[in-house]
């Protein structure tokens, strides 16, 4: 589904690279699951990913399906189905929420040739998956994540993904900024979308999430690169040893 | 010395190509404000107060030629149900304007009663004007006033069923119109006056509003598409106790405008809401002036001005608000803010606050800046193309200035109007 090849990326601006030759490939129907230190380029292949300005690709490939996700613009990759929930969802005022997602899942079934949805069935959906994610009528309404709390924002993220119901799901850090309660709600929002054709990526520092968001397979990212694989368990030993063992192991 | 020469010579030019309706109960106000332009002469490129507009085609004999936009659009307000005024290159046209006769309201056009020796209008004619011409003085107003051609004088004692329409359509190249609109508002009545359109090559327009006490006086403007035409347009207002003023102008092209909006709030607990939006593109310039003076406690005035400008174009803000001494309580609000689209726009902002009381609250900003790069990321993520990504961003920032105009349909309207601006921008 999604296929990482040795990708560098360094910033536009100024001569510092991040990612120093990333390899990953998620399948469909699988979780996984990118953890690291701060400061590791987890972002940042969220970012380059989806097509976000100031990076610069130096090497290496991503492919989603066979489409090569490094040649097309950031509306071309969300309409073949990427998404990326960001780690800090952004704030648009003026524009409704609702206004905002009915342009976005038209928009994209339009890139694909598909007949738009009418406004009655946008209406009957959206209200139903909002429901499942505690997010009221009100919250519809409101300008897109202004005035938002930060569990409000990422339930919001969620609420997209549901509306669009992309491919290949990206979840940066989707688990800051969370209690208890709304960290269930989300991974239940997540898990309730997980299905045989539809791959996950999930960026998170800590491994609770991992708790209610079982990974298939688990990544360290440490300086630009993942330094290692394992099953579920890999966040087990993060949580108990914290980084500094592995990369002190793989070092 | 010798520019001052010259300007003097330009006036006098500018008065010498003029004629003044003679006779009748506007002669004395009309050789006032004839007096006072000549005291003061037209501006001049190094005034104060036209620093960022060049008012030299405002101010000659000759018209700058205009060529006519023609569209198969439907015109603005078609559909709200509205008493129509039709005015071409600022020429009456009785046959497509309504029988003037409303329910709670009277209506007279200047020219067809300026004969007469006395009329209502009498003491407010030039009067608002006047008082608006200090501290800083305004000739184009004066120069109006002493020779507006025609106008519309509206009184009105009630509840009219339908807001009164001005129709300004611009067929001639050249022309010059000059238009002076008289408004009173009697204690307790509420009025909506609608205006659109291009109206002439140049266009210098005057309204003046008194809203007695408790009256309410609601004003949406759109100027029309003409790109050429040029406009310098003064609303003079003065506030009642506990009354309302509202006004909000869209501006959607257009080489030159300049619309000076001038409200003293001089009663008690009175209300005064100055809104615009303008879209810019190219060879455009408009100038948004407005100057509000807090006379009476306990009053509220809102400015809220929005202008989009793309391939060079410029935009003006000047906006002051002034409290006199023993004006408590006030409550002065103004924001101003453009979006650049590119770099060669530009826009310039001059706000002021002048206050002479202890116990107020007032507040102003002025912002300038391109589209918001990760709101614009953010969207596109989600599958909204670059074009249609900004065009939402862009109605977005405009809209809290369309939200100004109290009702709802008209607002709509305006905001399809813009949305249609920017469709076709980029089709
Ligand atoms: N636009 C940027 N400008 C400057 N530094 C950046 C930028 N994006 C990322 N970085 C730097 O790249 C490194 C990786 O950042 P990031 O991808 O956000 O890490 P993570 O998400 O793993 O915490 C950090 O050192 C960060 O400061
Ligand atoms: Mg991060």
Same mark, same amino acid.
């Given at each position: 589904m999604l296929e990482i090849k040795n990708l560098h990326v360094k910033l536009e601006e100024e001569d510092k690279v991040i990612l120093k030759g990333v390899n990953l490939t998620v399948e469909a129907g699988k979780v996984h699951a990118i953890m690291g230190p701060n400061g590791s380029g987890k972002s940042t292949l969220s970012y380059v990913l989806s097509g976000r300005d100031g990076y610069e690709v130096t090497d290496g490939s991503a492919h989603l399906g066979d489409i090569? %996700? %490094? &040649?097309? &613009?950031p509306e071309e990759r969300a309409a073949a189905g990427l998404f990326l929930a960001f780690q800090y969802p952004v704030e648009i005022p003026g524009v409704g929420n609702m206004t905002f997602l009915r342009t976005a899942v038209n928009a994209q079934r339009k890139a694909r040739g598909e007949e738009e949805m009418s406004a009655a069935e946008f209406l009957k959906v959206i209200r139903a998956r909002a429901k499942d994610l505690k997010i009221d009528a009100e919250m519809l309404k409101r300008p897109v994540n202004v005035g938002f709390s930060g569990g409000e924002k990422k339930r919001n993220e969620i609420l997209q993904m549901a509306m669009l119901e992309p491919k290949m799901c990206i979840l940066d850090e989707t688990d800051s900024g969370l209690d208890v309660d709304a960290m269930k709600l989300v991974s239940e929002g997540v898990n309730a979308l997980r299905s045989e054709g539809r791959g996950f990526l999930v960026i998170t520092h800590y491994q609770r999430l991992l708790d209610h968001i079982k990974p298939d397979v688990v990544h360290i990212m440490a300086d630009g690169r993942i330094v290692k694989t394992g099953g579920p368990e890999l966040a087990l030993e993060v949580e108990t040893n914290g980084y500094a063992d592995i990369l002190s192991e793989v070092a | 010395m010798a520019v001052a020469q010259s300007m003097t010579e330009a006036t006098d030019d500018r008065i010498a190509a003029l004629s003044m309706p003679e006779g009748g109960w506007s002669q004395a106000a009309r050789r006032g404000a004839l007096a006072r332009l000549q005291d003061m002469g037209l501006p001049k490129r190094r005034d104060e107060y036209w620093k960022f507009t060049r008012p030299d085609t405002l101010n000659t004999v000759a018209v700058p030629e205009a060529a006519i936009f023609e569209h198969d659009e439907a015109p603005v307000f078609g559909e709200v149900d509205r008493l129509k005024v039709v005015f071409v290159d600022g020429v009456f046209d009785a046959d497509a304007s309504d029988d003037l006769s409303l329910e709670g309201i009277e209506i007279d056009r200047l020219a067809a009663v300026a004969k007469a020796d006395i009329h209502w209008a009498k003491e407010l004619y030039g009067t608002l004007e006047t008082a608006g011409q200090s501290p800083v003085a305004r000739p184009h107003a004066a120069l109006n006033t002493a020779f507006a051609e025609d106008g519309v004088l509206i009184r009105v004692t009630g509840t009219p069923s339908k807001p009164v329409s001005l129709i300004y359509h611009h067929r001639d190249t050249t022309s010059d119109a000059i238009l002076h609109h008289v408004v009173r508002v009697e204690s307790g009545a509420s009025l909506t006056v609608l205006e659109n359109g291009p109206a002439a090559a140049r266009f210098n327009k005057v309204m003046e509003v008194d809203v007695a006490d408790g009256g309410i006086f609601h004003h949406v403007r759109a100027q029309g598409r003409d790109h050429e035409r040029r406009a310098v347009t003064h609303i003079f207002a003065r506030l009642g106790t506990e009354s309302v003023f509202k006004t909000f102008t869209l501006t959607v092209n257009g080489q030159l405008t300049r619309n000076e909006c001038v409200v003293e709030l001089t009663g008690d607990d009175a209300v005064a809401h100055v809104a615009g939006a303008c879209v810019g593109d190219g060879d455009f310039h408009h100038d948004d002036t407005v100057f509000i003076t807090h006379d009476a406690v306990n009053c509220e005035s809102r400015q809220v001005f929005k202008k989009v400008l793309r391939n060079g174009a410029t935009g003006v803000f000047q906006g002051k608000i002034l409290v006199r001494e023993g004006a408590q309580k006030t409550d002065g609000y103004q924001i101003s803010q453009s979006l650049l689209l590119d770099e060669d726009s530009q826009f310039l902002a001059k706000p002021e606050l002048e206050i002479y009381a202890d116990d107020v609250a007032c507040s102003h900003g002025s912002t300038s800046g391109a589209i918001d790069e990760d709101a614009l990321f953010y969207l596109r993520s989600r599958g909204v193309p670059e074009g249609p990504a900004t065009d939402l961003l862009t109605l977005a920032f405009l809209a809290e200035a369309v939200d100004e105009i109290e009702d709802e349909a008209i607002s709509e309207e305006l905001v399809n109007r813009l949305r249609g601006w920017l469709d076709r921008r980029r089709s």
């Open positions: 090569d %996700l %490094l &040649e097309i &613009e | -």
